[in-house]
């Protein structure tokens, strides 16, 4: 029985959890950007933190990983990272507008 791998399966696999994570940061980052064009997103990366913050839509969000945290959800799956930060911005009333193919993946890829 042949498996489907994807992209992101690999990159889950052999990048570093900070530099996965920074990826995945940044692919919430550019969402949020599409749902909201006035959108302030940054994501930074310093010594054993990786820290998504903005606001969106007049609300400030921050989503803030520990290098460990973040190779705990790279090891969980492709996608689960990005449902935990998109599950930490619905927390603050932060949810996307329409399906996006990258949405898509994120939600509906185990």
Same mark, same amino acid.
């Given at each position: 029985?042949?498996?489907?791998?994807?992209?992101?399966?690999?990159?889950?696999?052999?990048?570093?959890?900070?530099?996965?994570?920074?990826? @995945?940061?940044?692919? @919430?980052?550019?969402?949020? %950007?599409? !749902?909201?064009?006035?959108?302030?997103?940054? @994501?930074?990366?310093?010594?054993?933190?990786?820290? !998504?913050?903005?606001? @969106?839509?007049? *609300?400030?969000?921050?989503? !803030?990983?520990?290098?460990?945290?973040?190779?705990?959800?790279?090891?969980?799956?492709?996608?689960?990272?990005?449902?935990? %930060?998109? *599950?930490? !911005?619905?927390?603050?009333?932060?949810?996307?507008?329409?399906? *996006?193919?990258?949405?898509?993946?994120?939600?509906?890829?185990?």
């Amino acid at each position: 029985m042949a498996e489907r791998y994807s992209l992101r399966d690999c990159m889950a696999a052999h990048l570093p959890a900070a530099a996965f994570a920074v990826h @995945v940061m940044r692919c @919430v980052q550019a969402e949020l %950007i599409r !749902l909201d064009p006035q959108a302030v997103a940054h @994501v930074d990366r310093g010594g054993k933190y990786i820290h !998504l913050y903005g606001e @969106v839509r007049g *609300t400030a969000f921050s989503v !803030l990983l520990t290098v460990d945290e973040a190779d705990e959800w790279r090891a969980a799956g492709p996608y689960a990272l990005d449902r935990y %930060i998109w *599950t930490e !911005l619905a927390k603050k009333g932060i949810r996307p507008m329409q399906w *996006t193919p990258y949405l898509q993946a994120v939600f509906f890829t185990s």
